[in-house]
């Protein structure tokens, strides 16, 4: 099931936490879908991008039509 994270007006120190909570709480026997909405921040996405992500080998997806969006799952997007 896909679960919707809204970060707009949430500083990026609690917004890091609050997904990296979410993702390690719900990514075992789960297929885990994610749509986080981060607004028009290219700053927040990367330290997602850098301090979670990849760190517990995520993978996302940013669609060109909303930049302000991520698509994070634990399975291969193809």
């Not at 789960?30 to 986080?36: G, P, T, V």
């Not at 921040?41 to 992500?53: H, V």
């Amino acid at each position: 099931m896909k679960k919707v994270i809204d970060l707009h007006g949430v500083s990026h120190e609690k917004a890091l936490v609050m997904v990296e909570e979410y993702l390690l709480m719900n990514s075992f026997g789960n297929d885990l879908e994610l749509e986080l909405i981060t607004g028009k921040s290219p700053k927040l996405q990367k330290k997602i991008i850098e301090n979670i992500l990849t760190k517990y080998d995520f993978n996302y997806y940013i669609p060109n039509h909303n930049t302000g969006m991520m698509y994070i799952t634990d399975t291969k997007i193809n």
